[in-house]
């Protein structure tokens, strides 16, 4: 991780560590724990894939049983979200991942109750929102939302 912390000395940057405290806990929550689950999200169904095109009737038992999915909610699993890379590099590239700090949500949007981090895994940067992250458990329960929530768009 290479967080791109705020100027010495200032508050920002004392919140900014405290954040990547709260991300170096989570990593170590998810070490120490034998099995931690996440939420689970509704995986699309196509329901017009058993149907006969152009067909007045639908075939019988054409309404699928729903189907969840559930994130490998491991450290490898993360680190796979945040690069979209399940291995090391082969030419030896340093696998760096640059944080950045989201203040200012608030003043965008003063309404909200909540943002998430934001992830561009192939650019290998990722946007934690700091005023929705203050401590290790609301880390914890943000970053768990936005990680299982947010499977769908990192697969091919």
Same mark, same amino acid.
């Given at each position: 991780?290479?967080?791109?912390?705020?100027?010495?000395?200032?508050?920002?940057?004392?919140?900014?560590?405290?954040?990547?405290?709260?991300?170096?806990?989570?990593?170590?929550?998810?070490?120490?724990?034998?099995?931690?689950?996440?939420?689970?999200?509704?995986?699309?169904?196509?329901?017009?894939?058993?149907?006969?095109?152009?067909?007045?009737?639908?075939?019988?038992?054409?309404?699928?049983?729903?189907?969840?999915?559930?994130?490998?909610?491991?450290?490898?699993?993360?680190?796979?979200?945040?690069?979209?890379?399940?291995?090391?590099?082969?030419?030896?590239?340093? =696998?760096?991942? @640059?944080?950045?700090? +989201?203040? %200012?949500? $608030?003043?965008?949007?003063?309404?909200?109750?909540? /943002?998430?981090?934001?992830?561009?895994?192939?650019?290998?940067?990722?946007? =934690?929102?700091? @005023?929705?992250?203050? +401590?290790? %458990?609301? $880390?914890?329960?943000?970053?768990?939302?936005?990680? /299982?929530?947010?499977?769908?768009?990192?697969?091919?």
């Amino acid at each position: 991780m290479k967080p791109n912390f705020s100027l010495e000395g200032s508050s920002r940057k004392d919140i900014e560590e405290s954040v990547m405290d709260s991300f170096r806990d989570f990593f170590i929550f998810l070490e120490d724990q034998e099995k931690v689950t996440g939420y689970a999200e509704a995986v699309s169904w196509n329901y017009e894939e058993n149907c006969d095109v152009g067909s007045e009737t639908a075939p019988e038992n054409t309404t699928p049983a729903e189907e969840f999915n559930t994130a490998d909610v491991s450290v490898p699993g993360v680190l796979r979200w945040l690069t979209s890379q399940s291995h090391r590099p082969m030419d030896g590239d340093p =696998l760096t991942i @640059c944080v950045n700090f +989201d203040h %200012e949500c $608030f003043n965008r949007n003063p309404k909200h109750t909540i /943002c998430f981090p934001c992830v561009a895994a192939c650019g290998r940067d990722l946007t =934690l929102p700091v @005023c929705h992250m203050g +401590d290790t %458990e609301a $880390f914890r329960k943000t970053f768990l939302l936005a990680y /299982c929530k947010g499977q769908a768009f990192s697969r091919p």
